[in-house]
């Protein structure tokens, strides 16, 4: 069974930086498809961005440009790079395995806090 972890998150001002991470163990990661999802307090999950099995990744309009997402196979982890983070960046971030949030297989999520 897949188990994904997320990590990095944290409290930053607008402005920062910040690195998010999906891992897992037991099985690899570049099998399946990656996407990023995020659920801020009194709204609706929300895409974020993904990466298929064959590198092609997509983003939201409201992140294109500030994030990037990648695959790290050594250590069996794709990385979502957070930068110009904006106080509407502030919630819980995902990872599953697909693009489209129908997977069984979620991590527990890591907060993101943008906030001077």
């Known amino acids: 069974q897949l188990q994904l972890v997320e990590s990095g998150g944290g409290l930053v001002q607008p402005g920062g930086s910040l690195r998010l991470s999906c891992e897992a163990s037991?099985?690899?990661?570049?099998?399946?498809?990656i996407g990023w999802f995020r659920q801020a307090p009194g709204k609706e999950r929300e895409a974020v961005s993904c990466?298929?099995?064959?590198?092609?990744?997509t983003y939201a309009d409201s992140v294109k440009g500030r994030f990037t997402i990648s695959r790290d196979n050594s250590q069996n982890a794709v990385h979502l790079q957070m930068s110009s983070l904006k106080p509407e960046d502030t919630a819980v971030y995902y990872c599953?395995?697909?693009?489209?949030?129908?997977?069984?297989?979620w991590g527990q999520g890591t907060q993101v806090t943008v906030s001077p």
């Open positions: 037991g099985i690899r990661l570049d099998y399946y498809a």
């Open positions: 599953t395995a697909d693009c489209h949030g129908f997977s069984p297989y």
């Open positions: 990466i298929r099995n064959d590198g092609s990744t």
